[in-house]
């Protein structure tokens, strides 16, 4: 079962449109609810004013006062409110100020537009560099939502006597996930005060997150809240911190009008005030030896975190371990920022920081052969982590990692050496199209930063049920990725039985235990590890009740679950995530395992530019990666090919463009996603190398095929055009035209 | 979905006389659409001051491609799919097939008009610089009766047309290329597929005995209306294919044109492409 | 304020009738008079494709089209591509690639894709491209739905 490709589970629903998405779902007598928001990035909220026009007395009508828990949002730190109330700051220029709903569509749309805040305005940040400056104090009293260090050895003297110290800095704007299913939530609250029964629908990762800020927001115990993931039309990471709010939103309408009242983000607001990836800038300075091997490595990582901490503080820990990236070194300072702006609060995306610091890295070192006059593949050769190796966290690598071996095989899948000599030659013809080919190394951290996976201590479960069969109990949920498909893979690979005898419990937190976010690429390798050790357990107490004996068929099987069910009245086995027993992490120091292990990847991606116009085209991309054993190669590869077009998309065209904190191109049309004539076909390549904390050996998938395209594009580009400042994505054709006029100008 | 659909009335008239008695007995009041692919847009995001539509889509009188002697007539309903399908325009008009399939995808292709197109007005639209390449011209009625201006005169600034209230655009006529041509198109957008254009650039070009005896240059997204590139075309018409002036064609180029900075691309970068659009046509054209 | 219209459409073959507002989206009409929510709204602009369906044998954006403006005429949505239990070939093809990832531009995907089949029962890779350019998929890099498409054209071509 583990290594095939069975269809996926819910696939047949979704090619028949039957698939019940949140906005499908019609409860009766469903309000239509909308959010009014602060529309200036920092000010006082003075007072609200309702227009004429609008029979305001038939609306339901939500502030701050309303709110009857706690007016904040549980993160990792509770900064963050539902809504701004009068008298208070506004913080961003999306802040949730005020709730309508009407059973009317129409009728509460109109009523949006004849809503007037009246704000004291005040100055605001609203960049990196402002914040740093502390041009205002806008954030405790330095404007950092977070600071880290990671230290090893110690770089102080090698600076002076190294043969090469080479300095850079790089920066990455903010990416929009584009889930093709804008947020979207139904919140019913029935009864009243302390009876209120809390319950939401909605197109969400993470149901513990959204049953966790729904008690605190009304003030209730676990039993009374109940979170129903639906189907999900993408996420991405969009859906993973988000829906805390917007789920408070519709149950907060609810509350107060006693109706089931839906909040579905048409594409405009979704793209305006929803998170994004977190802009950054990385300042690099490495030190080489004569030989180009690495002596020391400073890096100084910055993320504008906008207006509420969120999840910046963990996105900052991912990208701050990746900074070191892939290579040895044993002089490394760390320093990682996330700086407060008076922006709407960036959070998850596919990567989660560490495509920002490995972006810098491995445009780096492509400027460091340069200047060392090394060849950069030669470079990383020289300088790749190995068995036995630190990393600098003090993390040993315990695996036989063999990062040569991993780029060699993208280097021949792709022809690199021979298309590299090939575009020396045809770049000198006339005419405007130049060609270059690039590749990246790179890795990604398996589950939570650190310590986190202990935190979470998640538990997942495998029921027996009435007709013999079995179901998985766990609160991770199907965005696309195909979790669905592979824990019922895991379970029926676990116990030798048929896939079809196994499907997933609806993810409703009334049935399914807290298996942990959907998130970090830690539902394959971290859940189902957990969902392999209940299943096992299942079988061990069947058999131990005398239900079943083994050897036993699929048919013996399913008897003995359905007896045990009809016996017992219900079969459930749980298991819970153990550490494994080598690893250890300082949660103050950042030394030790910051991840159980990690998944690695190199890219060689082959463009062509056209220097009348700009335009760059992917013509070619090969991905070669290391996960652990491949559970189910057709979904895999979807994720990377997937994965890679983001990355892509980042690397290239998607910008989010602003004016006073604001997106403006918050529209399908203006915010450039590729279309199916924008990418190559992938060539995608899975080294395997079973790894002993996964379930059959599999490692984390999801978010590693992001890490590499923008650098690999980035090197390409430096390949087709020589050593221009190469130094930002997304590169899009009117930062290629001003880096190529640096150069044409002096 | 945030226009108000109660406040909206439309109206599908009978026939083409019907219509334009509506407009004249309500100047202003009714705002004609076709395939909606412009104006559901603006609707939808609830941007939209008009609340009173005239549905032109059922109109026979404005549909299809006519062939004349020298010319082809197309009229205003004639959708973008109904252009990439008809064999005339290809083999008369192949820059307006190449604008055609490169505005929207098919699903806007198969209901967005030329007539709509050309009315709507946006600088960035993509058929109107093979209009201006071909030397079209309109017909425009109203209860007054017929008459006919040349597209290069219509748009009298952004999103102002030489269109009364009570006229509509009935058809579009272009005279048939004779003799030796050339046909140039080039879009350069925010993606290969389903993009606005950053600078959209047309140009088709009468050769005799060696010269350039003719030259239109249409150019889209680098001025407020689209826009004929008159200066460029004049430092290129009557000079030898052997011995083009680029370089003065693209410094007169700068008479042409009026970019703009906006959320797709920068005036700096408009100006610069189009002039290598520009050159790059120009050799194309010189090799013949 | 129009009058509310009575509305004659020819739904997967069925003649349906409602009670509609002439400027109502023909997607809501679709979604919330018929139930038919297979149809998905991703932008209400026309440019994602998730709420493609055939309008007398076109694809259209319905986000885009007054319902007036469907008046007789037939439709066909993602609801109606399967015969009963039986899957079109490009339905199953989908299921067989994993071209339906999260699921959401796949009704928007199949139509375009069924239309494109009817078109050019073997398209090329460009051709496809092309014919879906207009259907965003934030899933997959449209490389699974490429093979699911060519698949179902060598498996019998148009499903109808």
């Known amino acids: ?746 | 979905m945030r226009g108000y659909l109660p406040d909206c009335d439309i109206r599908v008239p009978a026939d083409l006389a019907d219509a334009l008695a509506l407009l004249a007995a309500e100047p202003g009041v009714w705002t004609p659409f076709a395939g909606g692919t412009d104006l559901m847009v603006v609707y939808n995001a609830g941007r939209l001051k008009a609340t009173h539509f005239l549905d032109l889509s059922r109109l026979a009188e404005l549909r299809g491609i006519r062939e004349e002697a020298t010319h082809l007539v197309f009229g205003a309903l004639t959708t973008y799919t109904e252009i990439r399908d008809c064999r005339a325009v290809h083999q008369h008009f192949p820059n307006l097939v190449k604008s055609a399939r490169a505005t929207g995808a098919l699903a806007i292709q198969n209901r967005g008009t030329l007539g709509g197109n050309i009315v709507n007005a946006s600088p960035a639209a993509d058929t109107p610089p093979s209009l201006l390449a071909y030397g079209a011209e309109l017909e425009l009625v109203s209860p007054r009766g017929l008459r006919r201006v040349a597209y290069d005169c219509f748009h009298l600034g952004y999103k102002r047309l030489d269109l009364a209230a009570d006229e509509l655009v009935a058809s579009l006529r272009m005279p048939k290329p004779t003799g030796r041509s050339f046909h140039y198109f080039r879009k350069v957008g925010t993606r290969q597929a389903q993009a606005i254009s950053k600078v959209c650039l047309a140009a088709h070009a009468r050769i005799e005995a060696g010269v350039v005896a003719e030259l239109r240059i249409g150019l889209g997204s680098v001025a407020p209306v689209p826009q004929r590139a008159r200066h460029a075309e004049a430092a290129i018409i009557g000079k030898p294919l052997s011995a083009l002036p680029i370089a003065a064609a693209q410094a007169a180029l700068l008479d042409d044109i009026s970019p703009i900075d906006d959320i797709r691309a920068s005036a700096h970068f408009r100006l610069v492409v189009t002039q290598n659009v520009l050159g790059h046509m120009l050799r194309e054209l010189a090799n013949g | 304020m129009a009058e509310r219209i009575t509305l004659n459409l020819k739904v997967n073959g069925e003649a349906r009738t409602v009670n509609v507002h002439p400027f109502a989206r023909l997607l809501d009409v679709l979604r919330e008079e018929l139930r038919l929510t297979g149809t998905k709204e991703g932008c209400g602009e026309g440019e994602c494709g998730a709420c493609t369906v055939l309008l007398d044998d076109q694809v259209v954006n319905s986000c885009l089209v007054p319902a007036v403006q469907a008046q007789g005429c037939a439709i066909t949505t993602v609801e109606g591509l399967a015969r009963g239990e039986d899957l079109s070939s490009l339905q199953a093809a989908f299921v067989a690639h994993n071209g339906a990832q999260c699921g959401f531009c796949t009704p928007g995907m199949l139509i375009a894709a069924t239309d494109l089949l009817n078109r050019c029962p073997d398209p090329t890779d460009g051709e496809i491209r092309e014919g879906l350019a207009g259907n965003l998929c934030r899933c997959t890099g449209y490389a699974k739905i490429l093979d699911a498409v060519h698949t179902a054209a060598t498996d019998g071509g148009a499903p109808r």
């Open chain 1, 1 to 746: 079962m583990i290594g095939a490709s069975p269809s996926r589970k819910e696939g047949r629903a979704k090619v028949l449109g039957t698939s019940t998405y949140t906005d499908d779902k019609f409860l009766p007598g469903a309000l239509h609810g909308v959010t009014i928001r602060s529309q200036v990035p920092r000010g006082i909220l003075k007072a609200i004013h309702f227009g004429e026009g609008i029979p305001w007395a038939d609306f339901t009508i939500v502030t701050a006062a309303d709110i009857p828990g706690t007016n904040r949002v549980a993160s990792v730190v509770d900064d963050q409110p539902f809504l701004v109330g009068i008298g208070d700051e506004i913080t961003h220029p999306e802040q949730p100020i005020l709730l309508l709903a009407h059973a009317d569509r129409h009728l509460v749309e109109k009523a949006r537009g004849a809503v007037r805040l009246e704000v004291e305005e005040l100055p605001a940040i609203l960049d990196i560099q402002s914040s740093l400056n502390l041009q205002q104090v806008i954030y405790g009293t330095d404007n950092l939502l977070k600071e880290i260090r990671i230290s090893k050895g110690d770089p102080g003297p090698v600076w002076a006597q190294a043969a090469h110290v080479i300095e850079g800095e790089y920066q990455t704007g903010a990416q929009e996930h584009m889930y093709l299913e804008p947020n979207a939530i139904i919140g019913q609250v029935e009864g009243k005060g302390p009876e209120a029964q809390v319950t939401v629908w909605g197109s969400l990762q993470c149901p513990y997150y959204v049953h966790s800020a729904l008690k605190q927001l009304f003030g209730l115990p676990d039993e009374q809240v109940r979170v129903v993931a639906m189907e999900m039309g993408g996420a991405f990471g969009g859906k993973e911190d988000y829906p805390s709010v917007n789920a408070g939103h519709a149950a907060l309408l609810s509350w107060k009008s006693g109706r089931p009242v839906k909040v579905v983000y048409d594409r405009e607001e979704d793209l305006a005030c929803t998170t994004k990836r977190h802009p950054s800038r990385t300042r690099l300075r490495t030190a080489f030896d004569a030989d180009g091997h690495l002596l020391a490595l400073e890096a100084d990582f910055i993320l504008d975190g906008g207006a509420y901490a969120t999840l910046s503080p963990v996105v900052l820990s991912r990208g701050a371990v990746h900074a070191g990236s892939v290579y040895r070194c044993p002089n490394v300072r760390i320093h990682a920022r996330a700086v407060a702006t008076n922006t709407p609060p960036p959070g998850a995306f596919r990567g989660f920081g560490a495509p920002q610091s490995l972006f810098a890295m491995e445009r780096h070192m492509e400027v460091c052969a340069r200047r060392l006059g090394l060849d950069a593949v030669e470079l990383r050769r020289r300088n790749f982590l190995r068995m036995g190796d630190t990393m600098a966290t003090g993390q040993v690598i315990r695996e036989d990692l063999d990062l040569g071996g991993l780029m060699d095989r993208a280097l021949q899948e792709s022809r690199y050496q021979d298309k590299r000599a090939a575009f020396a030659l045809t770049n000198q013809e006339a005419g405007p199209l130049r060609r270059g080919i690039g590749l990246s190394v790179f890795m990604h951290g398996c589950g939570f930063t650190g310590s986190g996976e202990s935190h979470l201590a998640s538990v997942a479960g495998v029921e027996g049920l009435a007709d013999g069969s079995l179901s998985v109990l766990a609160a991770s949920t199907e965005m696309g990725q195909g979790k669905n498909t592979v824990f019922c893979q895991i379970v029926a690979g676990a116990l030798g039985l048929p896939y079809d005898m196994v499907d997933v419990a609806v993810v409703d937190t009334d049935r399914v235990p807290n298996s942990g976010p959907t998130v970090a690429s830690r539902s394959t390798m971290m859940v189902g590890r957990i969902l392999e050790d209940a299943a096992i357990g299942l079988k061990l107490s069947l058999v131990q009740q005398g239900f079943l004996k083994e050897p036993y068929t699929a048919e013996t099987f399913r008897e003995a679950v359905r007896k045990a069910v009809a016996r017992l009245g219900s079969l459930k086995c749980y298991g819970q995530y153990h550490r494994p027993p080598n690893i250890a992490w300082d949660d103050v120091t950042y030394q030790g395992d910051a991840y159980p292990t990690y998944s690695w990847g190199c890219y060689a991606a082959e463009v062509v530019v056209d220097l009348d116009t700009y335009e760059v085209k992917v013509e070619d991309f090969v991905a070669v990666q290391e996960v652990g054993r491949v559970v189910n190669p057709i979904l895999a590869a979807g994720q990377v090919e997937g994965g890679i077009a983001q990355g892509i998309g980042w690397g290239l065209w998607e910008e989010v463009t602003t004016a006073q904190g604001r997106m403006i191109n918050n529209q399908m049309t203006n915010y450039i996603i590729p279309t199916s004539a924008d990418l190559p076909r992938i060539k995608v390549v899975f080294l395997e190398n079973a790894h002993p904390a996964g379930p059959g050996g599999a490692k984390g998938i999801g978010e590693l095929p992001m890490d590499g395209p923008a650098p690999a594009l980035l090197n390409a580009l430096e390949n087709a055009l020589g050593a221009l400042r190469l130094d930002e994505v997304p590169m899009t054709p009117e930062r290629l035209l001003v880096r190529c006029e640096e150069v044409s100008h002096g």
